[in-house]
């Protein structure tokens, strides 16, 4: 019988498994950091919680979000990792 071991992780690390194993990643981009106070030496930020995308994927408008106008690069990412491991249980040994 196969079993399934799923384990879901934040950092960039990959668990290595002895038998087959499938890594699946998903970014997400949250917060925007940008500090639109920095030319004067203050620090201000404008509240935008998530970046949306202005435009379609492969457009240059879909590195700019439409709640804030800023850049993707500005918005804290977030990488999560899915590592599926597949192994199978070794016999058993009690048919001595």
């Not at 079993?3 to 934040?10: I, S, T």
């Not at 290595?16 to 106070?37: D, F, G, L, M, P």
């Not at 030319?39 to 435009?55: Q, T």
């Amino acid at each position: 019988m196969k079993k399934r071991q799923v384990v879901v992780k934040r950092d960039g690390s990959t668990r290595i498994c002895a038998t087959s194993s499938s890594a699946i990643r998903s970014v997400r981009y949250a917060e925007c950091q940008k500090n639109h106070a920095a030319s004067i030496g203050g620090y201000a930020v404008d509240g935008c919680r998530e970046f949306m995308a202005s435009g379609e994927e492969g457009t240059s408008d879909a590195l700019t979000c439409a709640a804030c106008g800023c850049h993707r690069n500005f918005h804290r990412r977030e990488v999560e990792t899915e590592v599926v491991c597949e192994y199978s249980p070794p016999p058993n040994s009690s048919n001595r």
